[in-house]
């Protein structure tokens, strides 16, 4: 067991300090905290509190790593994410419009035209937001965003050719992000939820990436209601695993033991655990402690800012990137309004091009 450096219990609250120092806690950090890129997976049912386990890992992980969270569930969930001591980033299509009321504080808005600048849109010291869910009218594509997303990512990483990300009192070359995924079925289903062509493709792509992004600092966090909702290519590549109540893995034998544990070892199965507790299981199918969940905190967590949170809404503007308004239409800019002679005008793709050559000569070239 290494020590903790006490910078970095300078920066926790004073809970988690507690926490850290305590056996289980020194268990956490070291076999997923601190374990470099180390994907986590958030196993539990509908109402089994898994965005609230992955608000609290977006707690932990946000004093070492830039959090990216991808928006993908209930309109709410990402207002917990506003009172974590870091200023919100909120990334959107440029096309579509999000706007966060009732938030006394600054929140920051970047809007980008293609997935390739949201790896620039990503403010270090923020917790960023990917706001797409309601961004696009056509859900293809959203889900064509996002596969592009995910294909530069992995392209980016392999190549070296991705900006460095990383919180900046980071030292160590390369990123250090932590990417949520809730509800993650949506974007990388198991061949049992969908056989949809876009999704089978997304599904491809997230594959590819998460075994590609760990070598370079980008570690994955989705949460899925069922260990197979998601592809399996993706569940392998999830070795630390979180178990919310009613989590039921059959197929892995390491996780299954959590799950429905045999009677005579007197471990607590995943049916009796509450909707505030989880069980953190590392890479090895081991957990401390093993015999039982641990409980976590709701967030937010002081009354002051459930109160505050309780008068602030999400409003989208039904503005879709997918639909621009006209007047970002370049042909629109440039043809001029020419009124009554306009039956007169040479549609531009039928206008011939003149250049003057260097013989002084007028080269007409018809296209
Ligand atoms: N740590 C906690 N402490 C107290 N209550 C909690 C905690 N975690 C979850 N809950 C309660 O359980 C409810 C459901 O939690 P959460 O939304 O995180 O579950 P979920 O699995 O993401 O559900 P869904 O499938 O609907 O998205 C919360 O609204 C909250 O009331
Ligand atoms: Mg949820």
Known sequence: MRGINPAYL???????????????GKFFADTFLFMPAEHGYVIGPTGSGKTNKLHNLANWLRHTEVIFWISASKDRDILPLFFMGLPVNIIYPKYSGVEITGFPGVVAYSPVNDPSDIFYAIKPDHINILEVRNAFWHEDNLLDFMIQFFHELSEGCRRETLPRIAPPDCHQRGSKISMFLDESQWLIPGL?????????????????????IRTYGWRLIPSSQGFTNVAPIIRENMPAVFLCVNAQVDDVPALRKHCEPHPAIGWKPTSRYKRNEYKFVNRFGVASPNDRPLPVPLYPKKQGDKEIMAGMNIKYARRYHDQPPEESEPEEECFPELGRFSAMAIPPEKSEVQTISRFGQVITDGY
């Open 10 to 24: 300078g920066k926790l609250e004073d809970s988690q300090k507690a926490f850290v120092l305590s056996g289980p």
């Open 192 to 212: 049992k939820v969908t056989n949809n062509p876009k999704r089978v493709k997304a599904r491809e792509e997230i594959a590819d990436c998460a075994t590609q």
